[in-house]
Every structure is written in C-alpha cells, then in structure tokens.
DNA sequence: TGCGCTGTCGCAACGTGTTGCATCAGGCGA
DNA sequence: TCGCCTGATGCAACACGTTGCGACAGCGCA
C-alpha cells in the first residue's frame, strides 16, 4: 500500500483521535483514504467498495464503525437520500442540504443562504434546531416538472372520503 | 378472517384497481385491513407483523409490492425517516412533513401552513417541485436542544483546513 | 524493550427491503 | 360454465446496514 501520501487535513486526524484516546489503524488509514479521494457524496456501498478495490479484505462492519467514528470527529456527515440509502459528505465544512428529483434522480445543492431564513423561522416558532447536513427536498426538477407521480388524479378519487 | 369490515373509502379501492386492471386479491385486502388499522405513521417492517399477526403466511415482498400499488393509487404515501428506514404515511389528505429529533428519536408533525412560504420559494428560484409528504428535516428538539451531536468543538478543529 | 489495558477487527447472524423467476389464480370473453 | 391471459404470489437470493462477541493489537507506561 502507498506510504504517507494523505493529505492535510487528514493528517490531523490521528492526532485528533489519540486526543480522544481512539487509534491509528491501518483499516482506519484506508477508509480515510478513500474518503480523501472522493469529496463530494458517496453512498455508504460505494466507500465499502472502494475499500475493498485497496484492499479486499476490507469487511463492511468496520467500514461503516469507522464512518460513525470520522462522523464523531466531524470529518464526515451522513444523510439519506431519497431512496433511504445512507450517503456521507465528505468535509462539509460547506455545510448544504439537498434537492433529490424523484422522476430523474438528479440531485442538486442547496447552500445555507438558500434555507438560513427558513430554519430560523422553525427555530423561532419551534423551538427545533434544523441540521441542514440532513435537509433534503424530495419532488420534481424544473426539467420533470408538473404533478408528482402519484398525481392529483389519484388523490382525487379519494377525497370522496 | 373477518367479513367485508373494510370502512369507506377503502371500499373505493376495489373498484379503482378493477379500473386499473388490477386485481383485488386476499393478500391486498390483508394489508388494507392493516393499513385501515393504522391512520398515522407505520414503517414498513411494522406492516409486515402486523400482517404476520393476522396471517402467519405473510411474505415481505408480497407486502412491499402490494404497498407500492397503494401508493400509485394515493392511498398511502412513503418516505424516509431519520434512519433511512421505510415510513408510511395513511391516507394522506392531509398532507404533511416531519420534523425528527436526532437525539431523542421524538417526531412532529409539520403542517403545510409552515412551509408553504418556503416551498413556494424553492418552487420560485429553482423551480423545483417540493413534495410535502417527503419532507422531513431532522435536528434537534427544544428538550434535547444545544448544539447537534457532532458539536460546533468538532468542527473547530478541522477548519484549519 | 516488554507488559497490559482497552479500543479495534473480523466474523456471523440478523433486520429491512428488493428483485427474478416459476407457479397460481382473478376475472374477462366466448 | 369453461378456458385463457396476465397480474399476483411465494420463494430464494441478494443488497445494504447493524449488532454482539471473542480474539487481536495499538499505544501508554514502567
């Protein structure tokens, strides 16, 4: 396997996990090499399998221990997305939500200044403090437009009572 | 099993799947029953038991895909909760987002009225569609509060770059 | 350097949901 | 009423993710 080739700021953390009293690990060492490579969104399937390609002995019960630890030391932060798949944002130092089209599956970003007012208009009149790593808008794109799916035929049949 | 104590407007489904081509079958009237038990928030493996309960021969798939049928017809509609997990939602005429506490695993219902404004802003500078139902923003409630999990302190260390 | 505490790993089993396929049966037309 | 077409079902296998547990090994300390 290469030697030291990760770059900063990962190399921070290891010191940041013997801070906490947690270990450097080989296992750890690839996962996060993964991840270095892949900024941006990747499934939680896609990081185990990419592991697997440095190294096939890779088994997906420590991938995943090793995500909720990098996701603890706030490296990475997981969501779900449409499907209800598990899908991790590497260095959301850019924190943003997510617009998921359900006809297409394209998905778009959505930034802070985009929401801001928003979740501070639930956080008044609720109380709820939004984390918008997990904001994510299901419908339809500009390009899928009109009705959703199921349609507003279907539910009118229903409202009949 | 009990007699025809499916109350309206299930009755109606008879007919639309007859309209549809589709065909009512004792399974589909099985998860109906269920369904007609459970107005509110149900996930999909809790379907399934209660089925079971029922029916000790219930298969999943059959449940799934019969939920699925529902579904197009608008009888019930699906999203994700915080944990990915399936979630159905009965008879949603009244429809509605979620908000999800992280910490505490609590769950609220958010009407229409609340985000409608920003729905329509959405709509108005992406033109993207945003379909209520799938709405569901997870964070923190006014109990467990403060910061989320992950912690501002977490954050701070990476920002170094 | 060597020891020991405790965090980490691999494995196996499980939970939830999906998919492909062969078979069964609802419901329409003759 | 009977037969046929096609949708529905059950089964088995799979995909993704989680959990419990015993064995291993990182790393602090003497």
Same mark, same amino acid.
């Given at each position: 396997?290469r030697? #030291? ?5 990962w ?19 690839? +996962?996060?090499?993964?991840?270095? /490579? ?6 939680? =399937?896609?990081i +185990? &399998?990419? *592991?697997?390609?440095?190294?096939? @002995?890779?088994?997906?019960?420590t ?6 630890v990098?996701e603890?030391l706030?490296?990475?932060r997981? #969501?779900?997305? @449409?499907?209800?798949?598990e899908?991790y944002?590497?260095?959301?130092? &850019? /924190?943003?939500?997510?617009?998921? *089209? ?6 778009? /970003?959505?930034?802070?200044? /985009? ?15 939004? &984390?918008?790593?997990h904001?994510?808008l +299901?419908g339809? *794109?500009?390009?899928? #437009?009109g009705?959703?799916a199921w #349609? =507003?035929? =279907? @539910?009118a ?5």
């Open positions: 396997m030697a #030291g080739t990760l770059a900063e700021p190399q921070s953390v290891i010191g940041e996990l013997r801070r906490r009293g947690l270990r450097w690990t080989p296992r750890r060492r690839l +996962v996060l090499e993964v991840l270095s /490579e892949a900024s941006g969104h990747v499934t939680g =399937a896609e +185990v &399998d990419r *592991c697997r390609r440095l190294d096939a @002995a890779t088994v997906p019960s991938v995943y221990r090793t995500l909720d990098l603890e706030g490296l990475v997981h #969501g779900h997305g @449409a499907d209800g798949r899908e944002h590497v260095r959301p130092t &850019d /924190e943003h939500g997510h617009l998921h *089209c359900e006809a297409c599956g394209g998905r778009w /970003e959505l930034d802070a200044s /985009e929401v801001g007012e928003f979740m501070a208009h639930i956080e008044r009149n609720r109380g709820f403090r939004v &984390d918008l790593s904001f994510t +299901v339809r *794109c500009p390009t899928c #437009g009705a959703p #349609g =507003a035929e =279907a @539910a049949w229903i409202s009949d009572r």
